[in-house]
């Protein structure tokens, strides 16, 4: 019976054993499904199944990679040398791409660092919500497998389109944004009856 998804805010911890990832003993491993177990319960698994959506793990267990932009957030990232391993699990002419997208999750999951109190959504985040759990997503991505790289492509579009739309919203004129929200709602053909009554909607699908 699948494991009860966890609630994205906890990423920084295995979702099966609720113990925080670490180098040693749980570092996180992603699923091409988009789920992320620590090493140790992967390797408890009595079937190469995921825990949550039952999706076949169709990659050897011990080959998958570490996802490093989760780890480092949890502790200092051991720098070495990952040519040979990235060998392993991508073909020779892809290793440098592969490279270069873990290189690019590593820098954008850094906007995701704990505050010193520990919440990683308090006040003083620079990112709002939607923006979290979008580049959540897209840090739980695995970039071996065609599925985890498509999940991932989705994921950085989505994380685009929303940090364009909320540029826009932050640089906009207050009273320029009201006018066009109207103009936008009277084109969906909705008919107002006036201001504090009522609204009609006759044709409008919002």
Same mark, same amino acid.
């Given at each position: 019976? !699948? ?23 749980? *570092?996180?491993?992603?699923? @091409?499904? &988009? ?7 992967? #390797?408890? =698994?009595?079937?190469? $199944?995921?825990?949550? +959506?039952?999706?076949?793990? *169709?990659? +050897?267990?011990? *080959? =998958? ?6 780890? $480092?957030?949890?502790? %200092?990232?051991?720098? /070495?040398?990952? +040519?040979?391993? +990235? $060998? /392993?699990?991508? #073909? ?15 820098? =954008?999951?850094?906007?995701? /660092?704990?505050? %010193?109190? &520990?919440?990683?959504?308090? #006040? ?23 599925? &985890? ?8 579009? *989505?994380? &685009? ?10 640089? $906009?004129?207050?009273?320029?944004? #009201? ?14 009856? @006036? !201001? @504090? ?8 699908? =919002?």
């Amino acid at each position: 019976m !699948p494991i009860q998804a966890p609630q994205w805010t906890e990423f920084l911890s295995c979702p099966v054993c609720c113990n925080a990832f670490d180098v040693a003993h749980r *570092s996180p491993i992603s699923l @091409g499904c &988009g789920h992320t177990v620590c090493k140790t319960c992967l #390797s408890n =698994l009595h079937r190469k $199944q995921c825990p949550f +959506d039952q999706t076949t793990i *169709s990659i +050897d267990i011990e *080959s =998958l990679p570490v996802n490093t932009a989760l780890l $480092q957030l949890v502790g %200092p990232l051991i720098k /070495k040398d990952d +040519d040979a391993v +990235d $060998q /392993k699990i991508v #073909s020779r002419d892809n290793v440098a791409y592969y490279q270069d997208s873990r290189k690019c999750v590593e820098e =954008l999951a850094m906007y995701l /660092k704990p505050h %010193p109190n &520990g919440n990683v959504c308090g #006040s003083g985040s620079i990112l709002s919500r939607p923006m979290q759990r979008k580049l959540v997503t897209l840090i739980n991505c695995q970039l071996v497998e065609d599925e &985890g790289r498509t999940r991932a492509m989705r994921a950085a579009r *989505s994380l &685009g389109e929303r940090t364009v739309t909320e540029l826009i919203l932050q640089h $906009q004129n207050p009273q320029q944004l #009201s006018a066009n929200l109207w103009a936008a709602v009277r084109a969906r053909g909705c008919q107002f009856l @006036g !201001p @504090g009554k009522t609204v009609r909607l006759t044709t409008c699908y =919002l």
